[in-house]
Protein backbone atom coordinates (compact mmCIF):
# COMPACT_ATOMS: atom_id res chain seq x y z
CA UNK A 1 0.00 0.00 0.00
CA UNK A 2 1.31 3.51 -1.14
CA UNK A 3 1.16 6.02 2.03
CA UNK A 4 1.84 9.54 1.74
CA UNK A 5 4.01 11.34 4.27
CA UNK A 6 3.02 15.19 4.48
CA UNK A 7 3.70 18.08 6.51
CA UNK A 8 1.96 18.43 9.46
CA UNK A 9 -0.24 21.31 10.72
CA UNK A 10 2.34 23.73 11.37
CA UNK A 11 1.50 25.80 15.01
CA UNK A 12 -0.64 28.68 14.57
CA UNK A 13 0.92 31.80 13.31
CA UNK A 14 3.41 29.92 11.51
CA UNK A 15 3.02 30.02 7.79
CA UNK A 16 6.46 27.67 6.23
CA UNK A 17 8.90 25.39 7.50
CA UNK A 18 12.39 24.85 5.91
CA UNK A 19 13.32 21.25 5.64
CA UNK A 20 16.50 19.96 8.11
CA UNK A 21 17.70 17.04 7.60
CA UNK A 22 16.38 13.20 6.36
CA UNK A 23 17.18 10.53 8.57
CA UNK A 24 16.64 7.46 5.84
CA UNK A 25 17.13 7.51 2.32
CA UNK A 26 15.17 6.26 -0.38
CA UNK A 27 15.27 2.79 -0.36
CA UNK A 28 15.41 2.50 3.06
CA UNK A 29 13.51 0.24 5.15
CA UNK A 30 11.49 2.71 7.81
CA UNK A 31 9.93 1.77 10.97
CA UNK A 32 6.45 3.11 11.77
CA UNK A 33 7.29 5.96 14.76
CA UNK A 34 10.69 6.22 13.97
CA UNK A 35 11.92 9.88 12.96
CA UNK A 36 12.10 10.60 9.59
CA UNK A 37 12.34 14.18 8.93
CA UNK A 38 13.32 17.33 10.66
CA UNK A 39 11.37 20.29 9.82
CA UNK A 40 12.47 23.65 11.27
CA UNK A 41 9.99 27.14 11.44
CA UNK A 42 11.06 30.56 13.46
CA UNK A 43 9.10 29.14 17.06
CA UNK A 44 10.50 24.81 16.86
CA UNK A 45 12.07 22.26 15.47
CA UNK A 46 9.50 19.79 14.39
CA UNK A 47 10.41 16.07 14.19
CA UNK A 48 7.89 13.94 11.72
CA UNK A 49 7.54 10.47 12.42
CA UNK A 50 6.88 7.61 9.88
CA UNK A 51 3.16 6.61 9.89
CA UNK A 52 4.15 2.95 8.91
CA UNK A 53 6.91 0.34 8.45
CA UNK A 54 7.61 0.01 5.01
CA UNK A 55 9.75 1.22 2.25
CA UNK A 56 11.17 4.93 1.55
CA UNK A 57 10.32 4.66 -1.39
CA UNK A 58 10.45 8.47 -2.91
CA UNK A 59 12.01 11.29 -1.35
CA UNK A 60 9.82 14.55 -2.92
CA UNK A 61 11.34 17.17 -0.96
CA UNK A 62 15.31 18.33 -0.39
CA UNK A 63 17.33 19.30 2.96
CA UNK A 64 16.67 23.22 2.58
CA UNK A 65 13.70 23.33 1.12
CA UNK A 66 10.75 25.64 2.38
CA UNK A 67 7.23 24.00 2.58
CA UNK A 68 3.84 24.07 4.11
CA UNK A 69 1.50 22.38 5.77
CA UNK A 70 -0.22 19.13 3.75
CA UNK A 71 2.85 19.13 1.18
CA UNK A 72 3.84 16.03 0.20
CA UNK A 73 7.42 14.89 1.90
CA UNK A 74 7.55 11.38 0.70
CA UNK A 75 6.13 8.22 -0.28
CA UNK A 76 6.54 4.65 2.01
CA UNK A 77 5.38 1.39 0.26
CA UNK A 78 3.92 -0.78 3.22
CA UNK A 79 3.21 -4.52 2.29
CA UNK A 80 3.47 -4.97 -1.20
CA UNK A 81 6.70 -5.67 -2.23
CA UNK A 82 8.09 -7.47 0.97
CA UNK A 83 8.90 -11.12 0.74
CA UNK A 84 7.51 -13.40 3.39
CA UNK A 85 10.23 -14.56 5.49
CA UNK A 86 11.10 -18.41 5.28
CA UNK A 87 11.68 -20.54 8.13
CA UNK A 88 14.97 -22.48 8.54
CA UNK A 89 14.58 -26.11 9.07
CA UNK A 90 17.39 -27.03 11.76
CA UNK A 91 19.86 -28.52 10.86
CA UNK A 92 20.38 -32.15 11.36
CA UNK A 93 21.98 -33.92 14.45
CA UNK A 94 25.00 -35.81 13.10
CA UNK A 95 26.02 -38.68 15.37
CA UNK A 96 29.55 -39.04 15.87
CA UNK A 97 29.70 -42.26 17.53
CA UNK A 98 31.04 -41.10 20.62
CA UNK A 99 28.66 -40.88 24.21
CA UNK A 100 28.71 -37.93 25.91
CA UNK A 101 30.82 -38.29 29.23
CA UNK A 102 29.25 -37.66 32.41
CA UNK A 103 31.22 -34.88 34.92
CA UNK A 104 32.25 -36.48 38.05
CA UNK A 105 31.39 -34.13 41.17
CA UNK A 106 32.36 -34.52 44.90
CA UNK A 107 30.22 -35.28 47.54
CA UNK A 108 29.44 -33.00 49.75
CA UNK A 109 29.47 -34.43 53.06
CA UNK A 110 26.38 -33.67 55.19
CA UNK A 111 26.82 -30.92 58.02
CA UNK A 112 28.22 -32.42 61.33
CA UNK A 113 24.49 -31.00 63.08
CA UNK A 114 21.95 -29.66 61.97
CA UNK A 115 21.50 -26.11 61.36
CA UNK A 116 19.03 -24.15 63.75
CA UNK A 117 17.53 -20.62 63.18
CA UNK A 118 17.36 -18.66 66.37
CA UNK A 119 15.96 -15.23 67.23
CA UNK A 120 19.03 -12.38 67.56
CA UNK A 121 20.81 -12.46 70.77
CA UNK A 122 19.35 -15.77 71.93
CA UNK A 123 22.11 -18.55 73.07
CA UNK A 124 22.09 -22.08 71.16
CA UNK A 125 21.51 -24.76 73.83
CA UNK A 126 23.16 -28.30 71.89
Same mark, same amino acid.
Given at each position: ????? &?????????????????????????????? &?????????????????????????? @?????????????????????????????????????????? @???????????????????????
Amino acid at each position: MRIEV &LVPNLPESVSDATLLDWHHQAGDTVTKDAS &LIDLETDKVVLEVPVPETGILREVRR @SKGDIVTSGDLLAVIETGAGEQPVATAEPAPVQDTGTAATEV @SRPAIPPPASPARATPLNQPVSP
